[in-house]
């Protein structure tokens, strides 16, 4: 044996022993691109035993998120039966029955604002997790027969929201056949309670009424959820402390959106829970999650020295890496450990879509700095709607356009590996809503496991809380400055301002940037100064 | 003076010297927010007097791309006066004349497939530079005065296109009413050429006859050019073996599409002069593609040390991390530098959009893993199309959802300072055609710089030959496998293939994914085995 002969034999075997293979989930897991060393797997199996232990707690109902003293119920979502509380899985189990009766009465024309018009547009306003689990159900499912047409505002940049008010206008039936969906967990993120405000108001100067277009997706007894009782939204449906925002998918957050556009949420569910029982076995070569942590601890040195690359080769799961940034940092980028020892944890995640990405950036994947690993999603059908009968569309002999994103996975995979960069490959036969519902859950355990791996709590979000209170400070600012300017009636500069009142001293920079922006939007007048920094302004 | 007043004056000093404001650009550029230590701008200044001068050399008509023996003139496009060759100045500009005459007759209705029907839509069929351009500027300089809908098909995922086919069928004239743009360089882009036939034949079963559609952007001589002589498509526009895909926004590629969209191009290209002249400049302080390759420098040690995580608060410059992705990675992701030393450099660069962003992984940025630099883009002007004197719409009294916006930016950037976190901070001041060409002129000059900087040759890309050879050896490979399976006529297990014929033989992995592949698609049939591996596979 030459070898030439050795290697790709051995290559071969090393394939069929770590290609895992699921196949009632139609599903498989490649990690013979991980060069995880023998015994590594033994090592690290005790560790994996204590994380599937703490998973049958957390599915238990035990407090996972101690900062805000919350159980973590999503895996409960497509699985009431598990919930320990019997008022949570009737509320689950209503819930979705609600939807799926409120998008049927919506379908058929019976639930519309006005006589004439049925709704056909649905407007989704959130951000964060309200927002990229629908935008990724959107896109992942998008069909010729879809029922509604999809609409997202997902920032509170009143440009964007004027860009999606007239994308909305451009659409069949423009506003007045559109349905709003307002989803805030705790019904005060500002983001989208500005979003809200600039979309009531679209629908006033449309000479609609919004209350009969909008519905509220929030905790009850929210901000929000007493708003939408006293203006008499169309609906309301329920979100629970236990479910976190980057985990919501499974709730109404994204089940409302799905079901008004023709997916069959109870399919999506189905394939979650088949994937949680599947990701619930203590056996780690049955348990795709627990493989797939153990390669993000190998590959990353359980330490988030590898930024994790993710590439699906199909454009309708683009999105699905934004998904995973999301989920993967938010719940794994921590400053501490589970003893309080600084640790700065987290995996860097990005990508959009293979062949694509080829384009723009293998060049530094193959050659350039070396501080990733790839994660290649592939999917097996090409298309979806080839009529039964219908003669193949070849774009040379024998030769068709899905071959052609088969080979450049496999040949930048290969390419890849020569140059000893590691790669997972995902496997999936198709895309569908069970699919879906199947990766999305593999990916939420396979974080709940790594989490453990690594000592880290993956269910709460300390570190946000700093930028919206500076934020606010930022506002704050800004009142006294335009207080100030209007009581002075003299244009001030920018130390003149932070002379003025005790809390403008010492924010020279913040009132600057402030200033700035006010100018700019014609709120305050600018002098001419010799400078920037010694231009006087007042109010216009 | 107490600490605190010390450390507040001294941040406002700091930020007075290092936010550099180009007023006539409508730009500034803060670096106040990186740390680099006193006397390291004048320790680079002979590196980059040497950048300057590499730069005058590329700008004047060296071989700038030694691999492929090229010139590098994308600084050309915009300034033709600057190209050394007088056919190739008269090109340039012959060619921006011929897009505003064509873009005008499909405008007034005169270029059109039939006489009834004017071209309404804009497909584009193209992948890597000759897509994410276009799809820049059609997302940032959309407005209700588009004078056509734009659609991008830039893959070769057939499930992806026959998406965007029903999205062009959903649109107001529908396939009739599309003009369609394929572009490639070499004219020999495999997903392109595959977009192609496939949206050809979607125009043939509509019963249109696509070549009156169909419109080609190549070099002239190009397979694609030829074929577009050949069948009589409705015209063609040339691109030049001088400009880089990843810089061929200002060629035809970006300036067809971004005018038949309606957008002023002659204020694009002047935008991009501008920036030009004032990049030209060696007076380092006056240069912010040097100073920002400076920052990039400090930041990233000078070898991809540190990701660049790209937040602009806009949502219509989401995609400006992405085409900074392709302009970044693949200019500087390299393996050897010019001396021929080993030295994997590059720059990983992801981001979507501010405040969005902060819900999905800012969590991960201000207490996770440290190996990121952030750069905030602001835009001053808050929305475009205000009507004259109407009243501003305050989400709370004297409180708009810019306002919002803003202070969301200052706010997190000051969280993350707050934990050490370094960023970069570019204002401009409101976001039109001249100001995105600006943007766009100001990041090739600075990658140009870094890579001056870091002695590295920004204007090739060696590596991603080797994916796209080995994808053709893995269609080489199925085409074997169907002729052994159409020759033997029995079922075949993957080693009896490889074992066949000497072309497959040691290439059982591949074979295995090829036969996965067509079995899901119904192109062979599977025999059950005891397991995948030992399954025996047939033509249907």
Chains 1, 2 share one sequence.
């Not at 019997?86 to 058929?108: N, Q």
């Not at 290969?414 to 496997?427: C, F, H, P, Q």
């Not at 403008?504 to 009132?511: A, F, M, S, V």
Request: with cysteine.
């Amino acid at each position: 044996m030459n070898p030439k002969q050795t290697s790709a034999s051995s290559r071969w075997l090393n394939f069929k022993e770590n290609n895992y293979i699921f196949s009632d989930l139609g599903f498989a897991l490649d990690l013979s691109g991980i060069a995880m060393p023998a015994g590594f797997k033994s090592e690290m199996e005790p560790r994996l035993q204590k994380a599937y232990d703490g998973m049958q707690h957390l599915e238990s109902g035990d407090i996972a998120n101690p900062d805000e003293g919350r159980q973590v119920g999503h895996y409960w979502l497509r699985d009431p039966k598990l919930a320990p509380d019997l008022g949570v899985r009737a509320e689950i189990d209503s819930t979705i029955k609600r939807i799926l009766a409120f998008s049927g009465s919506v379908h058929r024309g019976e639930t519309r604002a006005r006589p004439a018009t049925k709704f056909t547009n649905v407007l989704v306003i959130g951000i964060g997790g309200s927002a990229l689990g629908p935008q990724l159900a959107a896109a992942a499912m998008a069909s010729p027969n879809d029922r509604m047409r999809m609409f997202f505002c997902d920032n509170t940049d009143p440009d964007g929201i004027d860009g999606v008010l007239t994308r909305i206008a451009a659409a069949a039936g423009g506003l007045a056949a559109t349905l709003t969906i307002v989803t805030s967990k705790s019904g005060g993120t500002k983001e989208t309670r500005n979003g809200m405000l600039e979309v009531a108001n679209a629908y006033k100067r449309a000479g609609l009424e919004f209350n009969k277009h909008f519905v509220a997706i929030t905790c009850p007894g929210s901000e929000l959820d007493k708003l939408a009782i006293g203006e008499k939204w169309l609906d309301r449906f329920p979100l629970w402390d236990f479910v976190g925002g980057r985990t919501s998918i499974m709730s109404a957050v994204g089940l409302l959106p799905m079901a008004l556009q023709g997916t069959n949420i109870s399919e999506f569910l189905a394939g979650a829970k088949a994937m949680d029982a599947q990701t619930r076995s203590r056996e780690t070569n049955r348990n795709p999650a627990a493989l797939l942590a153990l390669a993000w601890h190998h590959a990353t040195g359980g330490a988030g020295k590898k930024d994790m690359v993710i590439l699906p080769y199909k454009d309708r799961l683009e999105l699905f890496s934004r998904y995973l940034q999301q989920l993967v940092m938010e719940s794994l980028g921590k400053e501490k450990d589970l003893t309080g020892r600084v640790v700065e944890q987290g995996i860097a995640v990005y990508g959009n879509k293979g062949s694509t990405d080829q384009h723009a950036y293998v060049q530094q994947l193959r050659e350039g700095v070396h501080n990733f690993f790839v994660t290649f999603v592939e999917v097996l059908k090409d298309r979806g709607n080839v009529a039964e009968g219908s003669a193949p569309f070849d774009v040379e002999p024998g030769v068709q356009s899905g071959d052609y994103l088969s080979a450049f996975l496999q040949g930048t995979r290969s390419a890849l590996r020569d140059k000893g960069r590691e790669s997972v490959t995902i496997t999936l036969t198709h895309v569908d809503a069970r699919m879906l519902g199947a990766l999305i859950a593999m990916y939420e355990r396979t974080v709940g496991h790594y989490a453990s791996l690594v000592g880290i709590n993956a269910y709460h979000q300390p570190g946000v809380e700093a930028g919206k209170k500076a934020a606010a400070g930022v506002l704050n600012i800004q009142n006294r400055i335009l207080n100030e300017l209007k009581r002075t009636a003299v244009p001030l500069t920018v130390d003149a301002l932070a002379a003025s009142v005790p809390e403008l001293n010492d924010e020279q920079e913040t009132i600057y940037k402030v200033l700035e922006h006010l100018a700019a939007n014609a709120r305050v007048r600018k002098s001419s100064g010799k400078d920037a920094y010694s231009a006087a302004y007042r109010i216009i």
